[in-house]
């Protein structure tokens, strides 16, 4: 929010109010320009969360399909508890 808070179309025959008011605006500015940074910050985590949670996803399904492929070819190995293990020949 770059913008500063514009006022100056309020009636002027109060002018306590209007200085009142614009003091309150001066005030909360910086805070409403800290909320919209905060804003962009947590749009920028969410957007790494969700290519990091791709990119897992795309190993983890690469890993069961190389551990199905060896299986097919009798290399003795599974996946148990989300971890490859090699096991006995015939388990």
Do not use: C, W
Not at 5 to 15: F, I
Not at 25 to 38: A, N, R, S
Not at 40 to 53: A, H, M, Q, T, Y
């Amino acid at each position: 929010m770059a913008d500063k808070l514009v006022s100056k179309n309020m009636p002027t025959d109060n002018r306590n109010l209007r200085n009142t008011l614009i003091s309150n605006f001066e005030i909360i500015q910086p805070y409403l320009d800290k909320l919209d940074t905060d804003e962009l910050g947590v749009d920028d985590l969410k957007n790494k969360f969700d290519d990091i949670s791709g990119k897992i996803n795309t190993y983890e399904a690469n890993m069961h399909e190389l551990v199905n492929i060896l299986a097919k070819y009798d290399v003795p190995i599974q996946i148990v508890n989300g971890k490859v293990v090699e096991t006995e020949e015939g388990e």
